[in-house]
């Protein structure tokens, strides 16, 4: 047995990554062999992503929505935006509401729905832990990456993160105005010729790590040797990452004028719930606007863990509004909170529109944005019928304009007098083949992501395809 000290090296990782995580903002974890060719290809041959900017971005509405009020009843273009869903008519030609998608190995869950939403990975213990599969904002972001300071951008009002690597971990979301601004616009502590002496400093570091570990893993049993190999993985992913950087750190920052700095850096409590929805949305128009990334998502909040909103008169979190046993004040209240999302998603897709980027495209012409839910509605965990609004990514080959349904063919119409005839719809899928993944296949190939398949996809939905 080798004199290699596990602990030892396991707590020089942690401080070595919690360092390069202070000045990175920690990294993207593509680690495995297909995701390093899928980048090695886009560098060797970067046309797909080098002429304009293809944009996605992904915002999760925790819980699901009050299916009674929120679901519009007609399909085509004539349809009728929902009470919740007014605020959106400024966009109707930019905007497709979707009904009926669903994910298969999200039926039944309760509170695991977020973190699948954009994986579709089956949800299970096997080996005590659950193991989740790549991100389609990750996979996008393999793409992009070569062109862009940060491959992507993880934030979350509340919650954890929707982004996964390709390894099947959750990566780190943040969440303060002025953490986010600083990461994207702030100046290196100390120059930039400091901040490559500390980032050579920590490629040694890495470099001793992952000598010990390769020597360590041949003495260890199968079982050891997997969960070591998601430490280095990670290690190895931080090396490349620390390159990249270190690359960066000699191409300026865009400047930002001093008004915006002082608006986006504000210490805004979390009980001025609009105040700090529409900072973090200015916050994505600006890294979006200056080229920073081009792949962004947003957890508004986690199935057990979402915002109180004080200044509409809702001070139960929507995680408690959700199980609302069908009491009618609670129910009133939960659609509420269901168009005080969907004003803020009106809200970040009006910035978006206004700024005016070459040959008369608008910034949301040249961006997806897919807004919704891996619960159709909380109380008895109904994970069919998912609420779901994509916007934007005109110049991308979308169309917009429609309402799209995979429930009408089958049931004809609505019925939502009976509340228990429509959470049946939202319990179990109408439509078998209605894939969420469909959709989440759709949008990586307008990102130039060289798939013919994601999750359990059976086709991509042509009905958006301009």
């Known amino acids: 047995m080798s004199h ?17 995580g202070a000045t990175l903002g920690l990294p993207l974890l593509n680690c495995m062999d297909s995701g390093q060719k899928a980048v090695a290809k ?3 041959n970067p046309g797909a992503a080098a002429g304009k900017p293809k944009r996605s971005v992904f915002v999760y509405i925790p819980n699901g929505v009050n299916t009674l009020t929120w679901q519009i009843e007609k399909a085509g273009a004539d349809y009728e935006l929902s009470a919740p869903l007014k605020s959106l008519e400024a966009h109707r030609q930019q905007i497709t509401p ?11 869950q309760a509170h695991e729905c977020d973190k699948i939403w954009l994986t ?27 062109h862009t300071r ?25 969440r303060r105005p002025k953490q986010i601004f600083d990461r994207l616009f702030g100046v290196e502590p100390g120059g930039a010729e400091t901040a490559k002496r500390n980032l050579n400093r920590r490629g040694s570091v890495l470099d001793t790590l992952l000598e010990d570990a390769d020597s360590f893993r041949k003495q260890i049993g199968a079982e050891d040797r997997n969960k070591l190999d998601e430490y280095l993985h990670a290690v190895r992913d931080v090396e490349k990452r620390t390159q990249r950087s270190y690359e960066w750190l000699d191409i300026p920052k ?3 004028a001093a008004e915006t700095k002082t ?43 979402g915002l109180a909103i004080p200044e509409i008169g809702v001070m139960q979190t929507r995680h408690e509004l959700s199980h609302h046993n069908g009491d009618p004040e609670q129910l009133r209240r939960l659609t509420q909170t269901d168009t005080f999302l969907a004003e803020q998603l009106s809200y970040f897709l009006s910035q978006l529109k206004s700024y005016q980027e070459e040959d008369d495209e608008t910034l949301l012409d040249r ?3 897919l807004f919704g839910s891996g619960m159709a509605y909380g109380h008895s965990h109904g994970n069919a019928n998912l609420p779901m609004v994509l916007a934007g990514g005109a110049s991308l080959g979308l169309k917009h304009g429609q309402h799209i349904d995979f429930n009408l063919p089958k049931i004809e119409t609505y019925n939502l007098d009976d509340a228990r005839s429509h959470y049946g719809v939202c319990s179990r899928p109408v439509d078998s083949d209605a894939h969420l993944s469909n959709l989440l296949l759709t949008m990586v190939q307008k990102m130039d992501v060289p798939v013919d398949s994601f999750g359990d996809s059976n086709g991509v939905i042509k009905e958006i395809l301009g």
């Not at 290699?4 to 390069?20: D, K, M, T, V």
């Not at 009926?100 to 039926?107: A, C, D, F």
């Not at 949305?281 to 986690?302: E, K, Q, W």
């Open 120 to 146: 579709a990975a089956k949800i299970s213990q096997e080996g005590g832990a659950f193991r989740n599969s790549v991100s389609a904002d990750q996979m996008m972001a393999e793409v992009t990456s070569p």
């Open 4 to 20: 290699f000290n596990f602990n030892r090296w396991r707590i020089n990782r942690r401080h070595a990554l919690r360092g390069l």
């Open 254 to 256: 865009p400047s930002v």
């Open 42 to 44: 886009e560098q060797e």
């Open 367 to 369: 961006t997806m944005v």
């Open 150 to 174: 940060f491959s992507s951008l993880e934030l979350a009002i509340t919650g954890g993160s929707l982004a996964w690597s390709r390894d099947g971990i959750p990566l780190p979301s943040e």
């Open 263 to 305: 608006k986006l850096t504000r210490d805004i409590p979390q009980t001025d719930a609009g105040d700090y929805y529409r900072t973090i949305y200015d916050l994505m128009v600006l890294a979006l606007r200056t080229d920073m990334t081009r792949v962004i998502t947003c957890m508004s909040g986690s199935e057990s863990n």
């Open 98 to 108: 979707i009904s009926g998608l669903h994910h298969p190995n999200g039926l039944g």
